[in-house]
T-cell receptor
């Protein structure tokens, strides 16, 4: 079946460190891929997306590249800030079925 | 522009009762979908409505139902509540119905079943 696997958290980093949160997927067909973020006390927000292979989504210094050959969509940021502390969710949706299929979420803690 | 509004913010019910949750999408958005979020199961899709019709349904029992009104507002209902229904219920809206469409989420309704 269709699924998304994320690295387990929490991930704890110091400010200005490099961030990678791994995300791999299993899907029939050609999914669209998303990263959503949930800041403390707030609702889920779309961070970035990619709709086809080799597309790169980017926003607020975060980037993720749709890699069909490795079925991955890893989230990266060159220099994290305390304000990036949140829970990050990787998700996919398919042309045949518009529901989002979610990873378990990765809690990111950035220490000053 | 107002965001997605979900009411109530918190609910406490007992087993066997039923509950109705409400969602008002962003003005102009016609697609509304519902998700359940729990620590154990994560985020799971419940159903999606577009133009007052249920277009898609997740793998939940028939106790979970919903509807959408002509103004795109949506409600979901859970009957015969069980302890395992305790969760954060999230509503999301989008302008169009497409697989790569950006979803806008409300803050959710936290349901506790005692």
């Amino acid at each position: 079946g269709n699924s998304v696997t994320q690295m387990e958290g929490p991930v704890t980093l110091s400010e200005e460190a490099f961030l990678t949160i791994n995300c791999t997927y299993t899907a029939t067909g050609y999914p669209s891929l998303f990263w959503y973020v949930q800041y403390p006390g707030e609702g889920l927000q779309l961070l970035l997306k990619a709709t086809k292979a080799d597309d790169k989504g980017s926003n607020k210094g975060f980037e993720a590249t749709y890699r069909k050959e490795t079925t991955s969509f890893h989230l990266e940021k060159g220099s994290v800030q305390v304000s990036d502390s949140a829970v990050y969710f990787c998700a996919l949706s398919l042309d045949s079925n518009y529901q989002l299929i979610w990873g378990a979420g990765t809690k990111l803690i950035i220490k000053p | 522009k107002a965001g997605v509004t979900q009411t109530p913010r918190y609910l406490i019910k007992t087993r066997g009762q039923q509950v109705t949750l409400s969602c008002s999408p962003i003005s102009g958005h016609r697609s509304v979908s519902w998700y359940q979020q729990t620590p154990g199961q994560g985020l799971q899709f419940l159903f999606e409505y577009f133009s007052e019709t249920q277009r898609n349904k997740g793998n939940f029992p028939g106790r979970f139902s919903g509807r959408q009104f002509s103004n795109s507002r949506s409600e979901m209902n859970v009957s015969t509540l069980e302890l395992g229904d305790s969760a954060l219920y999230l509503c999301a809206s989008s302008l169009f119905r497409a697989p790569n469409e950006k979803l806008f989420f409300g803050s959710g309704t936290q349901l506790s079943v005692l």
